[in-house]
């Protein structure tokens, strides 16, 4: 016998709108904007971590700050069909990938990167073009942010340099 979920709620909702804001805000403070005990925000916060809602917390970091400053999109078009999990193989040995998927359109997966300098990113680009399967590519620079706020450009309410290992993209904090 499986155990029963308990729905997410209006307070669910908000706690977890107040932990995307600001997630090292304490129980005790989100609880008195949402009219609960730490004690019960906690309980709230564990069930939702248990059900697989809150998959961790992160502290997110200017890639700039760290020395990551230029940035670029690559569309990657495959010889075959080459299977998403070989595509996230590739991804994951690159540490300049801050993010992959696999698209619709002509391309068949989408990558952003970022590096040091146009030099880091050409031998970026390079490796992953010597990919077995990546027959071509077509890369983007990116010039300026049209969202700063948004975290794909970086935006951080976090200190510069809370990120130890000076990787791109967002530090996980996984709880």
Same mark, same amino acid.
Do not use: Q
């Given at each position: ?13 908000? !706690? ?6 600001? $997630? &090292?805000?304490?129980?005790?403070? !989100? ?11 906690? &309980? ?9 809602? !809150? ?6 970091? &200017? ?7 230029? @940035? ?15 595509? $996230? @193989? ?7 990938? $801050? ?6 359109? $002509? ?27 990546? &027959?071509?590519? !077509? ?9 700063? @706020? ?26």
């Amino acid at each position: 016998m499986t155990a029963k979920r308990t729905p997410f709620d209006e307070l669910d909702r908000k !706690i977890v709108a107040m932990l995307i804001e600001n $997630a &090292r805000a304490s129980f005790a403070e !989100i609880g008195t904007v949402v009219g609960l005990s730490a004690t019960a925000v906690k &309980r709230r916060v564990d069930r939702l971590r248990k059900d697989g809602v !809150i998959t961790g917390f992160r502290a997110s970091v &200017r890639p700039a700050a760290l020395g990551w400053r230029t @940035e670029a999109y690559i569309e990657v078009y495959c010889d075959s069909a080459a299977p998403p999990r070989r595509l $996230a @193989e590739v991804a994951r040995k690159y540490p300049e990938i $801050a993010a992959a998927m696999t698209v619709t359109g $002509a391309a068949d997966a989408l990558l952003h990167v970022r590096a040091t300098d146009v030099g880091h990113f050409e031998e970026v680009l390079e490796r992953i073009r010597n990919e077995p399967f990546v &027959r071509k590519t !077509i890369s983007y620079m990116v010039l300026s942010h049209l969202l700063p @706020e948004s975290p794909e450009a970086g935006a951080s309410e976090s200190a510069p340099g809370a990120y130890a290992d000076g990787l791109p993209g967002d530090a996980a904090i996984m709880l």
